[in-house]
Nanobody, 118 residues
């Protein structure tokens, strides 16, 4: 299984970006898909998880209400829509896939950099 994240870039505070994560593999539709981020000098933190069915989504902390995740099983792609971006959202964003839950991921993408200017 390979994951390819894309869609990062430079955006002004208050702007929006949509990240995509394309997944290779025949069982994408059954995977739990997660998003994480790592800001410079900080630990990687959990952003969101979407279950295979798309019916369960977890958004934590300050991202709730601004970020949302979705998936298109026909395209083997998961998305992270980020609105009202803040400079503190600057980070490398990673997607990940797991077979059993939102707490365990076996496969990781390479990351895409999001930079939010003030």
């Amino acid at each position: 299984v390979q994951l390819q994240a894309s869609g990062g870039g430079l955006v002004q505070a208050g702007g929006s970006l949509r990240l995509s994560c394309a997944v290779s593999g025949r069982t994408f539709s059954t995977y739990y898909m997660g998003w994480f981020r790592q800001a410079p000098g900080k630990e990687r933190e959990f952003v969101a998880c979407i279950r295979w069915s798309g019916t369960i989504t977890y958004l934590l902390g300050s991202m709730k209400g601004r970020f949302t995740t979705s998936r298109d099983n026909a395209k083997n792609t998961v998305y992270l829509q980020m609105n009202s971006l803040k400079p503190e959202d600057t980070a490398v964003y990673y997607c990940a896939a797991g077979a059993s839950s939102c707490s365990s991921y076996s496969y990781w993408g390479q990351g895409t950099l999001v930079t939010v200017s003030s």
